[in-house]
Structures are given as structure tokens and as C-alpha cells.
């Protein structure tokens, strides 16, 4: 038997868990959550405060539209709320099967997997492809669920300097391994860059190997009709290749929540046979299938939501360029939804983030592990539901915290 825990007993690591929060603090690096609810537009109420927030990958304003939620509604009177098991035993629905098929549709690819979160599929889909003895190829700022699937996969894992395909090229000639697998985000999430897509799929087409895309930002925004960063390049449809498996999240763009993968159906049949966080985990309900179903509609016909969106980065863009050089920030080159203003250091951020706070503007600041040491920034993420006035109100205050910030 145990013996109970006296003040005699020796230290236990558990004791060491308050110290290193406070580790954590000193270096801001702490993270705290807010309760939030919607207040129309790209108003919410945080901790019961009224906000006007740059910090939602709602990049449509879809998630409070009401066509979604009464397709949800109405899905619930014929499939209940839980799916009630894994996709392979009891969980795949009509509505989830239905969604499937749409999603191949609407990105051009032969097939689809659906999953219940982005996260799960990444880290599960790369160990199904490759595994020890194999080699996998790795942006160096590829979102935490890629590199989580590559270490997971036991592959023998080189991690090219970010979109330096010369670097890439490099790694894919010297290595002997018979399998290799390129993983790369299309529009990365910290820096709002587009990977070249068709340079990235052309080096994996002379060094066999297969190329898996995330397009968590990219769909639903970029591409004929919202069909994503890989139509965007003109890689879907007849032009569409075996070696792409294209994945993308469905709690951004469109809306509700889940992910997909696609491509060749050989592939996706193989991910389905080996995915252990597709085979071993609960489907998702059908219900959000439903209303993805009808997302799916809504962002094909959202070419006005698409243009205001452009127009709103063209505008906070403009407004950036004018503040003082001699602050030292940086606004990073992309024109997706997704704008990165790099302030520098850990505490500088945060302090930006907090005046912006005060004047009721929810901009969230962005700091290590999640970005390299020295580029905390603001990530400023637009939406449709934007205004102009609701950007230039961002920019006022901006240069307004610049006249006043210590040179």
C-alpha cells in the first residue's frame, strides 16, 4: 500500500509547477483565455467588455450566419446531436458522407475525408504516409500541428529554411530515401505569405515525392469561388495532380469547424484504411456536416464578402506603411487576411496589445514558440464583416500608440 503523503516526504516535480509558471510570466510569455460572445459584426463582448476584434479566422463572417444555423436546426430533428461513434463503425452519416462528396466537388479533387478538427487531421494523416526509414521535408514556420504529424511519424524529418526552395531542392537530391514527403501551410498563419505552390509541386514531381498542402487560411478566401490557394494556382480540375494532397480547416472561411483532406482516391482510400485519429476517434456530428453543406454554397457565392475582404487589407495596408520607421516595426509582406506587424520584443508586444485593449480594440500579440525569439508581433486578422470605419479606427489608434512609443 501507498503511504499517504506527509510534509516529511521527499519533493515531488509536482511542487515545481507554480515556479515555472512564474518563469513563464517574467518572460510574458503567459497566455490567458477570454470569455467572449458575439455582438454583431466584428463585435464581440470579451470578459463582458465590448470589443471590436482583429483576432477571429472568421475571414467570411459566416459562423453567425443564419442560413447555418438553421441548416444545424433542422439537421438535429432527423440525426440527433452526437454522431455515436467512429466514422467505421456506426458515425458516418448521410449528412457527413453527403459533405464529402461536396467538398471533393468544390476543390476540384477526386476525393475527400472529413474530419472532426484540423488538428487531428495533420497529425494524423503524416504518420499514415510516411513513417521510420521514410524522409519528410518541413517549412521551418509550418503550423505546430504539421510539425506535431512529422514527429509522430518517426520519419526522418529535414526542415528547409522558410519557402527557400533552392534549400529544398537541396535536401530532396541529397536524400536516398525512397518515400519522401514535402509538408508545407499554403498561406502561413503568423506571416500571411503564400507559399509558390506550382515551384513547390514541380520540385516533388522530379524527386518523387508527394506534396501535402494545408490550406487552413487559404480556403474559402483565395482562388475562383473561394476554392482555395491550390485552384488558386490552377492545380485542381483536369490539372490536378496525384502527388497533391490538399488539406484544409473548416472553422475559418467557412465557418463552423472540422477539416478535410483531398486528392487522389488511391491516397485518400489509404488514409482512411490508416489514419489513427480518423479510424479511433467519435465522427463528427452530423449536424455540422449540415451546416458545412450549406457554407459550402454560401462561399461560392461570396464574391462581394471576398471583395470586401481585399478591400479592407488594401486599406489597413496603406494605413500601415505611414507609421514612424525609426519604431523599428515591421508589417510583413502578404495580401491575405492574415497581417503581421512585428513589434520585436516579448514585452514591447504586449504592451501595444494592452493600449489597444484599453481603447477597446481586440488585437492579439503573438510571441515565441509560436514565432521566432525577437519577432512578437500583432496578428491582425481581417474579416468581411470589417468596415472601413472599423479599420481606420485600428489605424488611428496604432499611430496614436507610435507618437507616444519611446524611439
Not at 39 to 47: I, R, Y
Request: aromatic share 6%; glycine share 8%; with cysteine.
Amino acid at each position: 500500500m501507498t503511504p499517504p503523503f506527509t510534509p516529511s516526504s521527499p519533493p515531488s516535480w509536482l511542487d515545481e509547477i507554480p515556479a515555472r509558471l512564474a518563469d513563464i510570466e517574467r518572460a510574458h510569455l503567459l497566455r490567458r483565455r477570454r470569455v467572449v460572445q458575439p455582438a454583431g459584426g466584428a463585435h464581440l463582448l470579451v470578459d463582458g467588455q465590448p470589443m471590436l476584434a482583429f483576432c477571429s479566422n472568421d475571414y467570411l463572417g459566416l459562423a453567425s450566419h443564419p442560413a447555418l444555423a438553421a441548416a444545424a436546426r433542422e439537421a438535429t430533428h432527423t440525426f440527433g446531436v452526437g454522431s455515436g461513434g467512429s466514422p467505421l463503425v456506426s458515425g458516418h452519416s448521410a449528412a457527413n458522407a453527403a459533405l464529402e462528396h461536396e467538398l471533393a466537388a468544390f476543390v476540384q479533387l477526386p476525393r475527400a475525408l472529413y474530419f472532426y478538427a484540423g488538428y487531428a487531421t495533420n497529425t494524423g494523416i503524416i504518420p499514415a504516409l510516411v513513417g521510420e526509414g521514410d524522409a519528410l521535408f518541413s517549412d521551418a514556420l509550418n503550423h505546430a500541428c504539421l510539425i506535431d504529424g512529422a514527429r509522430l511519424s518517426r520519419a526522418t524529418i529535414h526542415r528547409y529554411p522558410h519557402a527557400d526552395l533552392v534549400a529544398l531542392e537541396a535536401a530532396l537530391a541529397a536524400s536516398t530515401a525512397r518515400r519522401k514527403l514535402v509538408v508545407s501551410d499554403a498561406v502561413f498563419s503568423m506571416d500571411g505569405d503564400l507559399i509558390d505552390i506550382p515551384a513547390l509541386l514541380a520540385l516533388c514531381e522530379g524527386f518523387d515525392a508527394l506534396l501535402l498542402l494545408d490550406d487552413a487560411h487559404g480556403f474559402g478566401v483565395l482562388g475562383p469561388q473561394g476554392r482555395g490557394s491550390l485552384a488558386e494556382a490552377g492545380l485542381t480540375g483536369a490539372t490536378a495532380s496525384r502527388r497533391v494532397l490538399y488539406m484544409a480547416t473548416l472553422g475559418k472561411a467557412a465557418g463552423v469547424a472540422g477539416a478535410f483532406v483531398a486528392g487522389d482516391a488511391a491516397l485518400i482510400e489509404w488514409l482512411l484504411q490508416k489514419t489513427r485519429t480518423y479510424i479511433f476517434a467519435t465522427a463528427a456530428p452530423p449536424l455540422l456536416a449540415s451546416a458545412l453543406s450549406k457554407s459550402l454554397a454560401l462561399i461560392a457565392a461570396a464574391d462581394d464578402r471576398r471583395q470586401q475582404l481585399d478591400a479592407r487589407i488594401a486599406q489597413l495596408r496603406a494605413g500601415l506603411a505611414a507609421l514612424p520607421d525609426a519604431l523599428g516595426w515591421r508589417l510583413l509582406p502578404s495580401h491575405t487576411a492574415v497581417q503581421a506587424l512585428v513589434i520585436g520584443s516579448n514585452e514591447a508586444a504586449l504592451a501595444v496589445m494592452e493600449s489597444l485593449r484599453a481603447e477597446g480594440l481586440w488585437v492579439p500579440a503573438i510571441r515565441p514558440p509560436t514565432v521566432p525569439e525577437g519577432t512578437a508581433r500583432l496578428r491582425i486578422a481581417l474579416s468581411a464583416v470589417h468596415t472601413a470605419d472599423d479599420v481606420d479606427q485600428l489605424l488611428r489608434a496604432l499611430h496614436r500608440h507610435a507618437a507616444h512609443a519611446p524611439a
